[in-house]
T-cell receptor, first 115, second 111 residues
Framework: SAVISQKPSRDICQRGTSLTIQCQVD?????MFWYRQQPGQSLTLIAT?????????ESGFVIDKFPISRPNLTFSTLTVSNMSPEDSSIYLC????????????FGPGTRLTVT | DAKTTQPPSMDCAEGRAANLPCNHS???????VYWYRQIHSQGPQYIIH???NNETNEMASLIITEDRKSSTLILPHATLRDTAVYYC????????????FGQGTRLTINP
């Protein structure tokens, strides 16, 4: 299975600022996904990051708030823009393994606190 | 919305088998049943998946009823490290399928 790392692992940010989260995979993957997990809640998909094209966003998430880059097959970034306390969450990236059953493998997450 | 229903919490004694049920009565013919778990402060971990046959791997067994409307994840010899939230997800099992997480079952393994 793919090994996924995220940076930073956690951060405390002030409202109105932006934070870029990095996701690095140790092998080339086609599909990368970004999820949000609000405190005490389950995971919600933000967007699917495709290499060479714009990300596909889920309902309730917009590119201006969560711009995503996917410059190559092993790396992606998610930016949380103009942050408010409601953005305090864990942000996770995942990749899809096409080798077997399309199961997804997740990074350790970035814990964001907005004050 | 999640297509599955799971009990919010369960307890199991260490060393015993943990049986986690999942109802997916609206599952369609081309949808697989996937199980993931999330140990505290970690990203979710893939466990197992199946279409209609029972499946077993080094982590768990998956039993799917003949009508495919429900399934059970079995951890044969639960350890304290199996304490986690377990998510049952139905998915078409094709590329670029988004995972819709429900609330899952919080499994606590007691010593």
């Amino acid at each position: 299975s793919a090994v996924i790392s995220q940076k930073p692992s956690r951060d405390i940010c002030q409202r109105g600022t932006s934070l870029t989260i990095q996701c690095q995979v140790d092998s080339q993957v086609t599909m990368m996904f970004w999820y949000r997990q609000q405190p005490g809640q389950s995971l919600t998909l933000i967007a699917t990051a495709n290499q060479g094209s714009e990300a596909t966003y889920e309902s309730g998430f917009v590119i201006d708030k969560f711009p995503i880059s996917r410059p190559n097959l092993t790396f992606s970034t998610l930016t949380v823009s103009n942050m408010s306390p409601e953005d305090s969450s864990i942000y996770l990236c995942s990749v899809e393994d096409l080798g077997q059953g399309y199961e997804q493998y997740f990074g350790p997450g970035t814990r964001l606190t907005v004050t | 919305d999640a297509k599955t229903t799971q009990p919010p919490s369960m307890d199991c004694a260490e060393g015993r088998a943990a049986n986690l049920p999942c109802n997916h009565s609206t599952i369609s013919g081309n949808e697989y049943v996937y199980w993931y778990r999330q140990i505290h402060s970690q990203g979710p971990q893939y466990i197992i998946h199946g279409l209609k046959n029972n499946e077993t791997n080094e982590m768990a067994s998956l039993i799917i009823t003949e009508d495919r409307k429900s399934s059970t994840l079995i951890l044969p010899h639960a350890t304290l490290r199996d304490t986690a939230v377990y998510y049952c997800i139905v998915n078409e099992g094709q590329g670029a399928q988004k995972l819709v997480f429900g609330q899952g079952t919080r499994l606590t393994i007691n010593p």
